[in-house]
């Protein structure tokens, strides 16, 4: 016989598993009648000034928090094709506003918010507002003129600015002997495959997170791939002067121009020739940086990154 | 120290410890090995930060909370349960009672944050997988938090004083809110004209200036700290905490527990 001490738990525990389970189940239903209410696009506090008085001192926490907080968003929308990030700008300003000592958030901040869309916010003109943000508070830090000289680069292909950048870079005390290099090469040859791989290779070379890692081997993939097409139609530009008409397969590209083999892209897939003379790669979708190489009207996805390096 | 002071201080430590006040430790241990995997993998290039930042913010707060809370009551607890009479009945004088509170109440802090800091150096060294000369600063960090501590401490028991716990819990929580924005009081004075600005500067030197004692970011950055500010952040904690104790110590003594 069970006590009224013993029921009396036993109806207790029970009811608050089902209170539990039932609360959970209609909090679900909730969330899926008002999807848009979703918290990503919420910036209740604005204000990055307010923000930092609001945090009682403890701003280096909130900043973790805020930083934390623009990953999440960034990576959702990402992940869902966004077109737009309108939050992105604004919470990479409060986060910077209360620590402008947080590197990451510069050098992460300004490669989320420049590349076009779906790739990233389409912002450069923000990103370098960032980045000069960051310079102006760490002035003593080369990697910061080296991501805004990139996003020169590779954005605005401003190689003038570029240049000037890397050069203002090169002169802080303990940089990277390439910043002077990359001046250089930038004032000279600033379109060259040479160059675009240089500074990838960098990149691959000085970053330590993975991700900007494998961000780094897709470009230069890209690069390996943009730099074939152009020699590659170059070839077949050349066959068509001399036979008035362009080549109908690789192959007889391939025996015309005394080539060693069919060529292949990084992947190991060979390159296509269309009626038309135009060089493509097999799967283009591999491939999400490639500016050459592209059948007509494609539309790339989000850039997806392999696992080999 | 008095043995009177020392007695009075054990014993407050003592009824702390009874009072289960530690068992915040697993909650600080949670949220920080927590936060210390959790962080790892939704954030980008953060984990060290992330764990001296909450580590020591959570330090800080864990710690002005218990110094609030315990300190309010240390006076008029024992009122109200009528020990202090029991107390005072014996040669013990009323200011050695203050006195030994502020003690025994700094010591449970201390010996609390002890605890909090190898939490923080724990789960700094899962993070980094080894320790760096530049994370010796997390040191310096703590000590001003054990500094922000003790004028805290004066503070409750000057409130506890003369008020009543709830009260005194509002005064002191908002004297924590008000001396974290002591500097943004400062600056407000420097704008104002007449005697809107000597009273604006009179109660920016009059409430405690916690942010000097708040050098988290500056350490999660590995900024240096130097030996100056370090001796002045010491005096002025001893000062102010010596001024507050004061101050308890003559409303107390004038004060009628008939």
């Not at chain 1, 066959?239 to 008409?245: I, K, P, T, V, W």
């Not at chain 2, 020392?6 to 241990?29: G, H, K, P, S, W």
């Not at chain 2, 962080?39 to 953060?46: L, P």
Request: charged content about 15%.
């Amino acid at each position: 016989m069970r006590t009224a001490r013993q029921r009396t738990t036993i109806i207790a525990a029970v009811s608050l598993a089902v209170s539990m389970a039932a609360s959970v189940l209609l909090l679900r239903h909730i969330d899926r009648l008002r999807p848009q209410a979703s918290i990503e696009d919420v910036l209740y506090i604005n204000s990055p000034k307010m923000i930092k008085r609001a945090s009682l001192g403890f701003d280096g926490l909130m900043a973790c928090i805020y930083w934390t907080r623009t990953v999440q968003y960034f990576g959702h929308r990402h992940f869902d094709y966004a077109h737009s990030y309108n939050e992105l700008a604004p919470l990479l300003e409060i986060t910077t506003t209360l620590d402008p000592h947080l590197l990451p958030a510069y050098q992460f901040g300004a490669s989320f918010l420049a590349p076009r869309p779906p790739g990233g916010a389409g912002q450069p003109e923000r990103a370098i507002r960032l980045m000069e943000y960051g310079i102006q508070n760490n002035p003593d830090n080369w990697q910061l003129y080296y991501n805004l000289g990139f996003v020169y680069y590779t954005e605005l292909k401003d190689y003038r600015k570029a240049a000037e950048v890397f050069e203002r870079g090169s002169n802080v005390p303990n940089a990277h002997p390439f910043m002077k290099i990359l001046a250089a090469q930038m004032a000279m040859h600033a379109g060259d495959f040479t160059t675009a791989r240089m500074l990838w290779s960098a990149t691959y070379e000085t970053a330590r997170e993975s991700t900007i890692r494998q961000n780094a081997v897709e470009h230069l993939r890209a690069v390996q791939v943009d730099e074939d097409v152009t020699h590659l139609e170059a070839l077949v530009t050349e066959f068509a002067q001399r036979n008035g008409r362009a080549p109908t397969s690789m192959t007889e590209l391939v025996a015309a121009a005394h080539l060693k083999g069919i060529p292949v892209d990084p992947d190991g897939d060979a390159y296509k020739i269309t009626s038309d003379g135009r060089v493509l790669v097999e799967t283009p979708d591999d491939f999400p940086f490639i500016t050459k190489g592209l059948p007509p009207g494609y539309k790339p996805g989000p850039p997806k990154f392999h696992s080999h390096s | 120290m008095s043995p009177r002071i020392a007695y009075i201080a054990a014993n407050t430590f003592r009824e702390a410890v009874r009072d289960r006040v530690l068992y915040n430790l697993i909650a600080f241990t949670l949220l920080l090995s927590g936060a210390a995997i959790f962080v790892g993998q939704i954030s980008i290039d953060i984990e060290r930060l992330v764990v001296i930042n909450l580590g020591l913010t959570a330090v800080s707060l864990f710690g002005v909370v218990i110094a609030i809370f315990i300190g309010i009551g240390l006076v008029s607890k024992e009122i109200e349960k009528r020990t202090l009479y029991t107390v005072l009945s014996r040669p013990v004088r009323r200011w050695e009672f203050i006195v030994g509170k502020f003690f025994g109440l700094a010591g449970t802090l201390v010996v609390n944050t002890f605890f909090m800091a190898i939490g923080v150096f724990g789960a700094l060294l899962y993070v980094t997988h080894k320790f760096s000369k530049p994370d010796a600063l997390i040191l310096v960090a703590l000590y001003f938090i054990i500094l922000e501590f003790l004028v805290i401490c004066s503070l409750a028991l000057l409130f506890s004083s003369f008020s009543s716990p709830l009260l005194s819990a509002v005064f002191a929580f908002s004297l924590f809110v008000i001396g974290s924005f002591a500097d943004d009081l400062r600056g407000f004075a420097g704008m104002a004209h007449g005697i809107t600005r000597w009273v604006a500067t009179g109660a920016a030197y009059l409430v405690p200036n916690f942010s000097a004692l708040n050098v988290i970011s500056a350490v999660a950055h590995q900024q240096p700290m130097s030996s100056q500010l370090i001796l002045q952040n010491t005096l002025y904690a001893l000062f102010y905490s010596a001024m507050a104790l004061s101050g308890a110590v003559l409303i107390f003594e004038r004060r009628n527990l008939k």
